[in-house]
């Protein structure tokens, strides 16, 4: 296989892990391990980025702020199927309420949604709605664009950094064969992003970012010896969030 072909391959996946959007032009290689997609989630993150900044620009010229942004963050979470919403919900639910690791570990595999998840997703999403409606407008291109990207940096980070906390599931398979240098063309993929849209400010974004995952990766440390397909999509939604917050500040 060329490098190009397992380029396309490696991106198809991530693209296909991440999104709800089919690239019917590229074919599925089941034999290559996931982990090799992980070098462009920020790739992903930018296409889902430019997709948010166009019906962004479109939703806030045709509508009041406030229902500009509740329906930006409908088509926000809609482009993923809710992948990390889920994700936060269920590490809301076993990472909060005091538990032993192994109770832990249950909690998160069952798709039922517990108090703590219900009540931490109403509070994400309230404040990711008032920070998108907060958002001054030069930046509802650029970093729409830029937050995409580095949150799911934040993620292929982690996922090297961080040991895992079982050896089944969603995070085995997401992390079969992956290692520093995925996370190195992901970092100047992401690098390339922020610095050519919003200059230093990106870089001021890519340490909030690394802050953040950092917080998160810790918290499930300290609770469950490691990371889960749920904490990373915890990541996800929490980096973004955050760095949704950090440019709605005046």
């Not at 994700?87 to 076993?94: K, Q, R, T």
Request: glycine share 12%.
């Amino acid at each position: 296989m060329s490098l190009i072909s397992g380029i396309l391959l490696d991106f198809a996946l991530a693209w296909r892990l991440l999104t709800v959007i089919p690239l019917p032009f590229v074919p599925a290689d089941s034999q290559r391990p996931a982990g090799l997609a992980a070098a462009y989630y920020p790739l992903v993150g930018l296409g889902l980025g430019l997709l948010l900044a166009g019906a962004g620009w479109l939703l806030f010229f045709l509508f009041p702020v406030g229902l500009a942004a509740a329906l930006l963050l409908a088509f926000w979470a809609g482009l993923t199927g809710l992948l990390h919403l889920d994700g936060f919900m269920d590490s809301c639910d076993g990472l909060l309420p005091p538990r032993d690791p192994a109770r832990r570990l249950e909690i998160m595999k069952d798709s039922r949604v517990g108090a703590f998840g219900a009540i931490g997703a109403g509070l994400l999403l309230l404040v990711k709605f008032n920070a998108l409606a907060a958002l001054p407008a030069e930046y509802r291109l650029t970093g729409l664009i830029v937050i995409p990207a580095l949150a799911r940096w934040a993620v292929t980070w982690a996922m090297v950094r961080y040991p895992l906390a079982r050896r089944e599931g969603t995070s085995v398979f997401f992390s079969a064969g992956l290692g520093w240098p995925q996370v190195g063309v992901a970092s100047v993929v992401a690098l390339a992003a922020v610095l050519g849209l919003l200059g230093w400010l990106g870089l001021l974004l890519g340490g909030v970012a690394w802050l953040a995952l950092t917080l998160i990766a810790a918290l499930a440390m300290a609770r469950i010896a490691g990371l889960t397909g749920d904490v990373y999509g915890a990541i996800c939604e929490t980096v973004e969030t955050v760095l949704l917050v950090v440019l709605s500040l005046r």
